[in-house]
């Protein structure tokens, strides 16, 4: 702190828990993405056992980016933004927030397929995956990225005002 007062320059207050927060929303954006792209890599029919098994941990790293993802954008919202209403009064705010939980959905197919896949890899067998599994399975990550590439967009106009009723862009 002492260090802080002796910068030339001012800081305004609460400066780093803000910074935090937005740090943790991209990184925790960034982990989702390279998730999602990693299991549409490996996704195929009858995968190997470590192809299999490194589905499973990265759909649990998905998981957690995800959470910590919904968690740092409701504190941004609540207390680390530019007011709860400022993104509340704008539509955008909830086609991202819409965006971001249809995603959500979606992933629960994946996200289950990969569960049951944990009950033959325990046991040391491999898990039977078709072609029209496999398939599938690529297509919604296809979608899901899709989603996540779009997302940012919206979120990068909503932090400018675009969307507000009777507000200037800035
Ligand atoms: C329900 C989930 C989410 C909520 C509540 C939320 C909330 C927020 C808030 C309040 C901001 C601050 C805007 C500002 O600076 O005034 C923000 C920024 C941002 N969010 Fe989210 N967010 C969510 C999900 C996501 C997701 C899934 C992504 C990416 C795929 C994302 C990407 C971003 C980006 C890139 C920014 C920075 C915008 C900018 O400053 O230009 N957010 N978010």
Redesign the pocket.
């Known amino acids: 702190m002492a260090l802080l007062a002796a910068l030339p320059f001012h800081l305004p207050d609460g400066v780093f828990p803000r910074a935090g927060v ?1 740090y943790v ?2 990184l925790s ?1 960034m982990v ?2 390279g998730a999602l792209v990693l299991e549409r890599r490996l996704i195929g029919p009858n995968p190997s056992r470590e192809n299999a098994t490194l589905m499973v941990i990265t759909d649990i790293v998905y998981g957690i980016a995800a959470l910590a ?2 968690g740092s ?2 504190l ?2 609540l207390a680390y ?2 007011g709860s209403s ?2 509340t009064e704008n539509p955008l705010f909830w086609w ?2 819409g965006l ?2 249809s995603v959500g959905a979606l992933s629960l197919y994946p996200t289950i397929t990969y569960i049951l896949w944990a009950i033959p890899l325990r046991k040391g067998e491999l898990p039977q995956v078709s072609e029209a599994l496999a398939a599938r399975l690529g297509w919604i990550l296809n979608i899901e990225l899709a989603g ?1 590439a779009l ?2 967009l919206l ?2 106009l ?3 005002g675009v969307g507000l009723p009777g507000t200037a862009i800035t």
């Open positions: 937005a929303h991209y954006f989702c993405f993802l919904l954008g409701i941004r919202v933004g530019q400022f993104y991202k927030v971001y939980l996540f997302i940012p979120a990068t909503m932090a400018r």
